[in-house]
């Protein structure tokens, strides 16, 4: 099965359409966050999900962590999947899916150690799909994603196997590391960010690149 690809912090209309020529199947639009990179306005957001066909998706990333603020922040938005990227309460995902049954729900785990294992599989019976990064969500500045840094894939292929639903694989991702990657995990997709992009902005080169490693 070719693995997906989820091109990140995509900030606007022109850089989501190039990450669609070149093959991803989901875009990742960032709305508020404590720490990290491409952050844009909600409005942006909502302009530039409304221009994706699908069957791309597009993902809202959010940092809020109570249902009533994540589905406002989505009302805001209307992209075709929520990305959590904090940790919440488990009700949370019920609370979402009655409010919006159409919409994807997607948590990110910040893969730390072993004991992400235990806490994805447990995720992974309330969400569509498991995202794992890299990032730090104990820190006093939270940090929920666009690190750079690669973490321990044993670890990743560990949740892969055993998670109830598929699973994308973030944090570091390259075109350097994304073959490896994706032979150490064999994930259902990936995501990345800062790895296609030069001075921050999408690179056609390391995009053709990392498609080119994957296919």
């Not at 104990?138 to 840094?149: A, F, H, Q, V």
């Not at 694989?169 to 960010?193: H, M, R, S, T, Y």
Request: glycine fraction near 8%; charge should be negative.
């Amino acid at each position: 099965m070719q693995t997906r690809v989820k091109i990140c912090c995509i900030n606007s209309i022109e850089e989501a359409r190039m990450a669609i020529e070149f093959g991803a199947s989901a875009i990742g639009l960032v709305g508020y966050m404590p720490s990290g990179p491409g952050v844009i306005s909600d409005g942006l957001i909502r302009e530039i999900a409304s221009k994706i066909p699908p069957p791309v998706s597009t993902f809202l990333l959010t940092s809020e962590t109570s249902a009533d603020k994540i589905i406002e922040h989505h009302s805001r938005t209307h992209t075709s999947a929520i990305q959590i990227v904090d940790d919440v309460e488990t009700d949370v995902y019920a609370s979402i899916r009655k409010e919006i049954p159409s919409v994807k729900i997607v948590q990110a785990v910040h893969v730390t150690g072993e004991e992400s294992i235990d806490r994805a599989v447990m995720i992974s019976e309330y969400v569509d799909l498991i995202l794992l990064d890299s990032g730090n969500p104990n820190l006093k500045i939270k940090e929920l994603g666009g690190t750079g840094r690669t973490h321990n894939w044993k670890i990743s292929r560990k949740i892969v196997e055993q998670s109830k639903m598929p699973v994308f694989l973030a944090g570091g991702l390259n075109p350097d590391n994304i073959k490896q990657a994706v032979e150490e995990v064999n994930p259902f997709g990936v995501d990345v960010c800062s790895g296609v992009r030069t001075d921050g902005k999408l690179d056609p080169y390391k995009l053709e690149k990392f498609f080119a490693a994957i296919s």
